[in-house]
Structure formats: C-alpha cells, structure tokens
C-alpha cells in the first residue's frame, strides 16, 4: 500500500478514556499557566561565586568557563555594585593563589593579608547590603591542591580542622558573613562553631558543604582557581562516593547537629535526588551548588548552537527550586538576575 492509500486513523473516544480530565486545559494560555505555577526563581534565590586573583586591573577570563572571569581585588567592588543592583543577596569568593604561595600546609590560608581578606575587607568598604560567604579549604594555598593537610598519601582530618578553624577566624575577622567549608573533613563544622564563638563571632553564619561528592564536574573550577595544575591523585578519601544517597542524609545530619546554619548539596543537577531527600528529610535552609562543570556543559552546548543557552539556564535553576532547593550557587547570576529582573 502506498502512504496515499493508507486509511485515515480512526480517532479514539479520548473523553470516554479520560472521563473528562483533561490536562491540557489549564495550559492553554499564559495567564493559565502562571496561575498554576507551582515553583518560582527570584533574584533571592542565587548566590554568584567570584573568582579572585592577585595584581590590579585584571579581568582575566577563565577559558573553560565563558563569559566568566578572575578579578584583581581592586576590581571587585564593581561587581558588588552590579550585584547588588541587581538584588543578588550574596557572593562566594574563591581565590586563585599565586603559584610561589602555595606549600605543602597551605600556610597562605592563615595569611590575613592573602586575596580572600582583602576582597573582603574591600567589598565591606563598599557599604553595600550583600552578603559575603568564603570557602573554607586548603586546596587553592596547597602545592599538592588537596583540601588538607596530608602525611605521605593521606589527608589528616584532625590536625586540618584545627587549621579550618584559623582560616574560617580570620576571614570572619576581615567581614565574611557566612562560613561555607567545602573541604569535607569529619568535625569541621563543629570545630568552627565553636572557633567563632569563643572568638566573638556568634553571629557569622555556617554553610556547611554538607553533601559535597568526589564529582568530575568541578574541572574547570580547578582551571579557575589554579588547582588542576596542582591536584595529586583524587579526593575520594574524603568527597563522597557518587553512588551513596543515604549517607548525604547522615553527612546533613552531623553538620546540622554541630552547628550548620545552612546546608549544600554539590554538584547541582545531577543530585537534584539527593537536594528533595534533603530537603524532605531536615526541612532546613538548602542550597544548591551549580557547579563549574555544569555551567560550561550549558555554555558549550549553546556557543556551538545546540541548544538555547538562555532556555537550558533558566530551566536548570528552576529545577533547582522544584527540587526543594531554597537558593543556589551559580555562575548565572547575573546573567539570571538580569532576565528575572526584565532587563536583558
Ligand atoms: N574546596 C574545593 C572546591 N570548592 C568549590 C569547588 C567546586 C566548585 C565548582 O566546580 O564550581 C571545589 C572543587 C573541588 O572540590 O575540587
Ligand atoms: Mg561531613
């Protein structure tokens, strides 16, 4: 039989099949489907990592993360600014240190003159009504780019946290607001509550990266802070297992217990499992981290013409929301920011 001989297909009873019910009903124009909505992205709910790196008037691009960049410290109450116009209630600062800096005990951590400090101390300058959350870790001060302290091939936990605790001290010393130690070392949470305490520092926050895991999407981070060049070996002893979903839920629960303030699952997308089950589990503020890698996989995809780059952002965070995730970590911040705001 050729097509044009084919028999029209005989339509189906639909309404006897679906009683009625029909779905489509309320997605037929756009008031309808606003007003059954279910989730909303606002400019409340990101928080835009930077990238810090030494000298002055340098914007540096960060070649596997387009459109992102390194500032130099002095360049860097211009972003605040631009976020903080836009509404963006918070920034992550992460450093890339100079090569000659980093050592084997990461002592540039406890230097209170070294780039997170400053950035610091210059966006509190700024007067601005943003909040500033540093990373705690050692990898971007260590010439082997682990988040400890190591002896031979292991990484000491104790003897880190003790070193956690200085370096989340003397950045709540410089103006941070919240603490984010993303090194997954067992007690730090804790260790650092009690630090800040003891310290004065009672009202400086603590997210905890609760749920960090050993995740080959962090690679062009590494490119951004410089630890792809460092990195010896992988940091399976201490993220976690890629495979493990209960053990998230007793890795939130012991930072809960010693303190954490806010919580954080990372990556983002591929563990939006992981962020409902949280979420679901604690019923407690819990962020998203939108990882390096998954911002150039969206940016590559939509330079090359693959896909609608502008389309896959907005839909990645929005799923992040539809998850349970009460904010997110992204290098789409502003540019979010400014579509959610109409501007772009
Ligand atoms: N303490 C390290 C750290 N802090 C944030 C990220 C990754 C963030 C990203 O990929 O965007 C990493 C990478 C790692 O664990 O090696
Ligand atoms: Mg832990």
Redesign the pocket.
Known sequence: MTAHQRPTPKAHDVDSIVGGRRMRRNRRTDWSRRMVRENTLTVDDLIW?LFLTEGTGIEQPVPSMPGVMRYSVDKIARQIEEAAELGIPAIALFPNTDPSLRDADGSEALNPENLICRACRAIKDTGLPIGIVT?V?L?PYTSHGH?GLMKGETILNDETVAQLVAQALLQAEAGADVIAP??MMDGRIGAIRAGLDAAGYRDVQIMSYAAKYASA??GP??DAVG?NATLVGD?RTY?MDPANSDEALHEVALDLEEGADMIMVKPGMPYLDIIRRVKDTFERPTFA?Q???EYAMIMAAAGNGWLDGERAMMESLMAFKRAGADGVLTYFAPRAARKLKGLD
Request: hydrophobic share 20%; glycine share 6%; no cysteine.
């Open positions: 990592p990373d870790a990898d988040d993303s090194d999407f962090y981070f590494r630890t940091k993220q981290y990882v390096s890698g």
